[in-house]
């Protein structure tokens, strides 16, 4: 909210694949760890009801402590767009709003020093 997005919060995987179902996001920060449905299958069933009803893809980045490059395959191999290693630094969240968002009229950077790629 800080950086100018409405932002909500679901508690699980299911909800989040229900959340798609009536709303258009621009971005969808994606746990990988969740109850009753984890971040890898929630991916899959969202892709999966964009295929069906021949939508635009929403963007999805996987926010997880998970960040050994084999974990980063499996994002990205569930459909994710990209990964975010936890802890989250602001200034590259900030980064990867501008890169997911770029139609979107965001405020002036809060730092010069962003990273100009957040998930390099």
């Known amino acids: 909210e800080l950086l100018g997005c409405s ?4 508690v699980d995987g299911r909800l989040a694949v229900e959340e798609l179902t ?3 996001y621009d971005l969808v920060l994606m746990d990988r760890h969740m109850p009753e449905l984890d971040g ?4 899959r069933l969202i892709r999966a009801n964009e295929t069906a009803a021949s939508s ?10 998970d960040a050994l490059a084999p974990d980063v395959a499996l994002c990205l191999e569930a459909g ?3 990964h975010m290693a936890k802890p989250v630094d602001f200034f590259a969240l900030e980064g990867l ?4 968002c770029s139609d979107r009229v965001l405020p002036e950077p809060l730092s010069s020093d962003a990273p100009s790629d957040p998930l390099a």
Request: glycine letters at 4%.
């Open 7 to 10: 932002v909500r919060i679901v």
């Open 40 to 43: 890898l299958a929630a991916t």
């Open 80 to 82: 994710m767009d990209g």
């Open 22 to 24: 009536f709303r258009r």
């Open 56 to 65: 635009q893809p929403v963007n999805i980045v996987a926010l997880t402590a």
């Open 97 to 100: 709003l501008r890169r997911f």
